[in-house]
């Protein structure tokens, strides 16, 4: 059974969320200092041309209307067009070349957490106050503690210079030309779409190394609550009714610990894809894959607003919507959680 | 019943995801497995740079395709160099397009372009245009090309002007304030009329936003040029990826000029400075600019590619706001400050020697640079008796603003900001240091809001008239200005603010003026000669530093020619 009222009660709230960041976001563009019509007219430019193109934007309005504008648009998903970066092409345009590079970054990285965090936390709680629990505390707390701008270039230094066997930047090797198969934008995808194991092989080579750095927090995070929530599990009445009944360990833990265990680490799945989406602007950068990240970051170094608009309600889009299909997930994992 | 079937269903969901969570965690184990497997095998896959120490078949690919890739910091999303004031997009267009005068690759003379004879006798400018040459697109270049492309940028009344909100600042900037009227006589005549005598102005035409549309390709893409680039260069496009921050060009066969001597040329973006030097090292980059000093000295390191420099058309100051600062107004003041702080120091130490003392606004390889002129001299002493004449001995203070990003002519503004600060300390003079980041910070300086400020320049057109009118020439009516007094407010009537420091020297400006209006070399160069005279004793600025253009080539690169304006002048370069 769907729980659609659950759903469309959850798809409603989506609402008011987006307009406070939308507000929020609007607020402090302006009114952080940086004229956007001298901006774009940029160094070079007489007075008179920079007056025009304040006419042009509307940026001679008062504020709320402006204000009022924006948010008209913003429900049309219309971001406008960028001012610097990628100048008279619309924002949802330059989004929608950016946007799957950092999804797939975040997706590998959530994968590489899921399949390492869960194993790791199971491992932890199943041998707890043994050294391997120790050693996997000790893991998972270095893997917190140890910035991407720093795990990055070293790992860089690591795989591509003293050892050679991984390249050191990008997505896919300069040799091939994927914006000619390019589907869903995700280079793994499309060179599997395209059939071609040679571009397959090298966008995945490429990809090791970021999703590495970027999943080992979630990594951490996930092996830690599913530690904790395992060892909960572990003390409920129906496992000792099933070790009781004579069942073997393997088994107990597996099929009836593992599976209870896992609920509320979805949750943290789901919680941490925000704060991948977070890393994915370090992690872009320091591997020089172009995501919406990097896209953020120059943005507001060169005074575009309407890209920085358009990302961080997207971020905020997609971080509510993860957060969404979380809930419902859990919801359908715990019928309880509905009423 | 129905909770029953949720129930079952709930479980199978369960096991279904631990074990899809185990079948993805084994398939991913031995994908990898694979992968790691056929790349030991495989060399082939060099390209990659998988395989840093087979660097030879890097390009190979397996098959026979040349292919050349460069690597910079930042992506152009745009081709329409009429739509762009931004150097990223410059260094593919100069590709694509080509200028009607060119400059001599790696010097800043002029030769012939898509023009082979050209003059500039007062007002009037005459270019005789190649015959035979054709656009990628099929098409051959005419004078009509030229004016389509001019009418293009400028001229609101042509049914194909690109618009207010689309062309760039360089539209009126290069072409538009100057040119009064272009006459076309036949295909191959063309004959420009300018507004004023202006010596610059054919350098102006060898500037990358004066570079040639194809008039068929206006008339069917209108503004969609970018995707649709069109024009007479060694390359044509084949892809714009923004999705993956890449160009790719493909050789144009009938190009009329040298080369193109490879098949393919990819822009690649690298934002990190180490890591593009990096993917240099490994083979995965052929040319590499933007070089900061760390991933120069990095580069240096490599054994299969080296550091090529060469002396930058550009200037690094710091501008005293003379009409903010009342100590200022005394130039043994500013040429107190002038000796107090150590140059030498900064561009050794702080720029790792990667750029050279300045003397004065023009750099050396620029017309009319006096090389009679030397640095201002680190003397805290001479420094100490200069302020205690001009009444300032007890000292002062102000504030120094600077941006915080790194600028090729400054690449640690903020250390200079301090090193300035401290050298000032040592003769009284209390500095306070205000940064901001660029954008903000240009207006801030732009409304003379700053005591004095950092900011630096690199030249358009590589003519003296970009760095002493545009830069120290206030631009205003005679009747701005105040008599006995060489500084103008900045509030005053179209106020040049490019002049950070307010300067409004008469003898300075009537020289620059003159210049301006000199097309015989050599009387220029002896105008310019003089303004630079005065600009070095008056100190309108401290001249901080030239800095060098760096870049890192592989050395299966050959024929590649730095060149600190214009270029990369890829069409020269081949692979081995």
């Known amino acids: ?339 | 019943m129905s909770s029953r079937d949720t129930n079952v269903s709930r479980r199978k969901f369960l096991g279904a995801a631990g074990g899809a969570a185990v079948t993805v965690g084994l398939a991913g184990c031995s994908g990898n497995g694979d992968s790691d497997g056929s790349d030991g095998s495989d060399g082939s896959d060099g390209s990659d740079g998988s395989d840093g120490s087979d660097g030879s078949d890097g390009s190979d690919g397996g098959d026979e395709t040349s292919l050349l890739r460069y690597g910079r910091g930042s992506h152009s999303p745009t081709l329409d160099f009429q739509n762009s004031t931004s150097g990223e997009v410059a260094k593919v267009t100069e590709q694509i397009y080509d200028t009607l005068i060119n400059f001599e690759p790696g010097e800043s003379t002029l030769t012939d372009g898509l023009a082979s004879d050209y003059s500039l006798d007062g007002q009037t400018a005459s270019l005789t245009l190649k015959e035979g040459v054709t656009f990628h697109n099929g098409e051959e270049f005419t004078a009509q090309d030229f004016v389509a492309t001019y009418r293009r940028f400028v001229d609101s009344e042509y049914e194909y002007y690109a618009g207010d909100d689309y062309v760039s600042a360089y539209g009126p900037f290069t072409l538009g304030s100057w040119i009064d009227e272009i006459q076309v006589d036949g295909d191959y005549e063309l004959t420009i009329q300018l507004t004023q005598t202006y010596a610059p102005f054919l350098r102006n035409l060898a500037m990358f936003a004066a570079a040639v549309h194809s008039e068929a390709a206006i008339e069917e893409y209108g503004t969609d040029l970018s995707e649709n680039a069109v024009g007479t260069g060694p390359f044509e496009l084949d892809t714009l990826d923004d999705s993956n921050e890449q160009v790719r060009l493909a050789a144009y066969d009938d190009y009329w000029g040298e080369g193109p001597n490879v098949d393919e040329v990819v822009f690649v973006t690298v934002g990190e400075n180490s890591t593009r030097a990096q993917s240099l090292g490994s083979g995965e980059l052929d040319i590499i600019d933007g070089l900061g000093a760390q991933s120069s000295q990095q580069v240096d390191g490599y054994d299969n590619a080296e550091l090529v420099r060469t002396e930058g058309i550009n200037i690094g100051y710091m501008a005293f706001n003379i009409a903010a600062v009342e100590e200022f107004q005394d130039r043994r003041v500013r040429q107190a400050i002038s000796h107090a702080i150590n140059t030498e120091a900064i561009v050794n130490e702080i720029y790792s020697g990667f750029a050279t003392e300045a003397s004065q606004p023009l750099p050396p390889n620029v017309l009319g640079h006096n090389d009679d002129l030397d640095p201002y001299e680190y003397d805290p002493e001479q420094a100490q008796s200069l302020l205690e004449e001009a009444g300032y001995g007890d000292g002062f203070s102000f504030e120094l603003a600077t941006f915080q990003n790194p600028r090729g002519y400054n690449p640690s503004p903020i250390q200079t900001a301090e090193t300035v600060a401290s050298n000032l300390g040592e003769i009284g003079i209390d500095v306070e240091i205000n940064q901001q980041s660029f954008s903000p910070y240009l207006e801030y300086t732009a409304q003379g809001r700053h005591d004095a400020c950092f900011l630096g320049w690199y030249t358009d057109n590589a003519d003296p008239d970009n760095f002493a009118y545009v830069l120290l020439h206030p631009q205003v009516e005679e009747s701005e200005l105040t008599e006995g007094e060489d500084w103008v407010s900045f509030d005053a009537e179209g106020y040049n603010t490019s002049n950070r420091s307010a300067w409004a020297n008469r003898e300075y400006m009537d020289l620059v003026e003159e210049a301006q209006q000199t097309t015989d070399e050599s009387d220029r160069v002896d105008l310019y000669n003089d303004a630079m005279e005065v600009a070095h004793d008056e100190a309108p600025w401290v001249y901080m530093d030239y800095a060098e253009e760096l870049r890192g080539v592989a050395n299966r690169v050959s024929g590649f020619q730095i060149a600190a304006i214009s270029g990369p002048y890829l069409n020269l370069v081949s692979l081995e």
Do not use: C
């Open chain 1, 1 to 339: 059974m769907f729980p659609k009222r659950f759903v469309l009660k959850r798809l409603l709230l989506l609402v008011p969320v987006l307009i406070g960041v939308a507000t929020l976001v609007f607020s402090i563009l302006h009114l952080s200092p940086g004229d956007p019509a001298l901006t774009i007219a940029g160094e070079r430019a007489s007075q008179e041309f920079v007056e025009r193109i304040r006419a042009d934007l509307g940026l001679n309005d008062p504020i709320w209307v402006q204000y009022i504008d924006f948010l008209g648009n913003v429900a049309q998903f219309d971001f406008g067009e960028s001012y610097v970066i990628n100048r008279n092409t619309s924002v949802r345009e330059v989004l929608a070349d950016t946007l799957p590079v950092t999804l797939e970054l975040a997706l590998y990285g959530q994968l590489f957490g899921i399949l390492f965090g869960i194993p790791l936390g199971v491992l932890s709680a199943v041998k707890q106050d043994t050294i391997t629990d120790h050693a996997t505390r000790v893991g998972a707390l270095t893997g917190i503690s140890v910035p991407i701008f720093w795990s990055g270039p070293l790992l860089i230094l690591l795989f591509a210079q003293v050892l050679g066997i991984l390249p050191t930047s990008g997505r896919i090797s300069s040799t091939y030309n994927v914006a000619a198969i390019r589907v869903t934008g995700m280079v793994t995808i499309d060179t599997l779409i395209a059939g071609d194991w040679e571009m397959f092989r090298s966008a995945v080579r490429h990809m090791l190394l970021p999703s590495l750095v970027i999943g080992v927090y979630s990594m951490a995070l996930i092996s830690r609550m599913m530690r904790s929530s395992m060892l909960e599990v572990v003390r409920q009445d129906y496992m000792r009714t099933a070790r009781a009944k004579g069942q073997g360990a393997k088994i107990t833990v597996l099929k009836h610990g593992f599976r209870n265990a896992l609920i509320p680490v979805v949750t943290i799945i789901g919680i941490q894809f925000g704060g991948l989406l977070g890393g994915a602007v370090l992690t872009e950068t320091v591997f020089a894959i172009g995501g919406i990240g990097t896209l953020l970051v120059e943005a507001i170094e060169v005074g575009d607003y309407p890209i920085v608009q358009g990302t961080v309600l997207t971020f905020a889009f997609l971080f509510t919507l993860v957060n969404l299909v979380v809930d419902v997930t859990y919801s359908y994992l715990d019928p309880r959680i509905q009423q």
